[in-house]
């Protein structure tokens, strides 16, 4: 049994091909605008902590060294971990009980 070359092309051809590539379309300018403000910002900054930059010249490789002198030379870094309250410990500064209040005027909301 022969198939013709008109059954042939009907088959091949799928009818989600050019919605698929419509919809790839309308996303390039959400990728492009999404690659160009977070991945390369982020990728540059990971890739600048592990140089010494200060610049006006190219960088220059130093490995973890930066990382180091951070964690292991810099006071005031680990002055600011010292002194950093996570956000579940506690009533919050200028509040009496530990309870929420509003902001505006100043009444505990209602339990239930």
Do not use: H
């Amino acid at each position: 049994m022969a198939v013709s070359a008109d059954a042939f092309r009907r088959v091949s051809r799928r009818p989600g091909l050019r919605r698929n590539v419509t919809s790839c379309v309308m996303l390039l300018p959400f990728l492009t605008l999404f690659a160009g403000f977070l991945i390369w910002p982020l990728a540059n900054s990971l890739y600048l902590g592990f140089t010494e930059f200060d610049g006006v010249n190219p960088p220059e490789f130093n490995g973890l060294a930066n990382f180091r002198r951070l964690l292991f030379e810099d006071d005031r870094f680990r002055q600011a971990l010292g002194k950093r309250r996570p956000a579940s410990t506690g009533p919050r500064p200028g509040s009496s009980s530990g309870t929420s209040r509003c902001r505006c005027c100043g009444r505990s909301p209602p339990t239930s």
